[in-house]
Nanobody
Framework: VQLQASGGGLVQPGGSLRLSCAAS????????MGWYRQAPGKQRELVAS???????NYAGSVKGRFTISKDNAKNTIYLQMNSLKPEDTAVYYC??????????WGPGTQVTVSS
């Protein structure tokens, strides 16, 4: 499956962004889809994931601020990011697979949180 993320950009601290990830085929049967991020000099982090059944999981650093969701009809997943902090600055990657969802990767989208 090919994945294409969009929606990154520059936002001020406290602002919001919504990332989208369009898949090249039906996501209905994909076990797990997720969003990773990697900031310069830091390890890659699984930010959020969603199973085929709709169960979600979040990293502690984003819990309560980020929401992952999916639209099977559009073969698309989303990452709604609220109350953004400078430490959320990173390249965000949409992924798919089993657990962890790291079999398929799309090109990243840059998110920069800065005043």
């Amino acid at each position: 499956v090919q994945l294409q993320a969009s929606g990154g950009g520059l936002v001020q601290p406290g602002g919001s962004l919504r990332l989208s990830c369009a898949a090249s085929r039906s996501i209905f049967t994909i076990n797990v889809m997720g969003w990773y991020r990697q900031a310069p000099g830091k390890q890659r982090e699984l930010v959020a994931s969603i199973t085929s059944g709709g169960s979600t999981n979040y990293a502690g650093s984003v819990k309560g601020r980020f929401t992952i969701s999916k639209d099977n009809a559009k073969n698309t997943i989303y990452l709604q990011m609220n109350s953004l902090k400078p430490e959320d600055t990173a390249v965000y990657y949409c992924t798919a697979g089993s657990w962890p969802p790291s079999t398929f990767w799309g090109p990243g989208t840059q998110v920069t949180v800065s005043s």
